[in-house]
């Protein structure tokens, strides 16, 4: 029998086990690698789902690798649109037809498939998970029962990267200091170049608090906020939180026109081509932003090779 088991890839990247699909019977106390694996035993067929349509490459290695390692396993990777991935899945694990092993959200995107009942906790079950900081566990956990319902894919880190080239022809170096961003980004601005690539539209909007937290995070007192705020101690109305959303519409102006319709392809594309200095976002960014800027430079180099016309 086909083993239902929902793995969870938990937010800014971290995978989670999760329960029985619906319709199944509980299988959450035994692996489907033991089943696969078992000599003699039928062939064990997983499906993965994802919303990183741009990774499609790297599980095809992935998994063939793995699929060496436990014969009696296959794994059907299935990505789709980022956009489209929470409706697709929450209507998939309702019914009888979602995945085996699913990329999910961490923290709060976690929550309502773990209240529904829907992911496995994993606590005692993966031994590989006493090795993770206990931090970054956080974001797998259910806020009621505690429980471990994610395995960690992917540590991100947020940045800001920037065009050295773009720097350096406007005689700008690296700002240490708030107000060196300031005078940067505006002598950019004068220069005609973006200094921010943000993107706003509507389905960019979960980029805007990434920008907040890389600008924001220390004028609001990251961690120690967020722990008084869970506590009832603190609320989004104090007076450091405010400010720190205040330094946000302070950068507005510096931002792309029309920011609120501009989507993520537009902004990857604005730093890619050296239309924008800089880039608040992640690592999980830089292969789309690594890949938009080699296509970039290939058809540039195109367009230079091309005769003139006669």
């Not at 089943?35 to 062939?43: H, I, P, R, V, W």
């Not at 429980?147 to 065009?163: D, E, R, S």
């Not at 722990?227 to 609320?235: I, M, Q, T, V, Y």
Request: aromatic share 10%.
């Amino acid at each position: 029998m086909k083993r239902r088991w929902i793995a969870g890839a938990i937010g800014v990247l971290a995978v989670a086990l999760a329960a029985c699909a619906p319709g199944q019977g509980s299988t959450a106390q035994s692996g489907a690698s033991e089943q696969g694996d078992k000599a003699g035993g039928d062939k064990v067929t997983l499906s993965l789902w994802s919303w990183r349509v741009e990774d499609v490459k790297a599980y095809e290695k992935i998994l063939a690798t793995f699929e060496k390692s436990h014969p009696k396993i296959h794994v059907e990777f299935k990505p789709f649109q980022a956009t489209e991935y929470p409706n697709i899945l929450a209507t998939g694990l309702s019914g009888t037809a979602g995945p085996d092993v699913a990329q999910l959200k961490s923290y709060g995107g976690l929550q309502p498939l773990v209240e529904a009942g829907q992911l496995v906790p994993l606590d005692g079950k993966v031994e590989a998970l006493s090795g993770f900081d206990a931090k970054l566990l956080e974001g797998a956990k259910g806020h009621k029962d505690g429980k471990i319902y994610g395995v960690p894919f992917a540590y991100q880190t947020l940045q800001v990267l920037y065009n050295k080239k773009l720097f350096g022809d406007n005689g700008i170096q690296p700002p240490a200091t708030w107000d060196d961003m300031i005078a940067a980004a505006g002598k950019l601005k004068a220069a005609g170049v973006t200094p921010f690539a943000v993107a706003a539209g509507p389905d960019a909007t979960w980029t805007l608090p990434i920008v907040h937290e890389i600008f924001g995070n220390a004028r609001y007192g990251s961690t120690k906020f967020r722990d008084a705020l869970l506590r009832g101690e603190k609320k989004f109305t104090d007076p450091d939180f405010t400010a720190s959303i205040k330094l946000i519409k302070d950068l507005e102006p510096y931002f792309p026109k029309d920011v609120v319709a501009v989507k993520i392809p537009d902004v990857q594309a604005l730093f890619a081509t050296g239309k924008a200095a800089m880039y608040p976002t992640g690592s999980f960014d830089l292969a789309p932003v690594l890949a938009a800027t080699r296509a970039w430079i290939s058809a540039s180099s195109r367009c230079r090779r091309r005769p003139a016309p006669r």
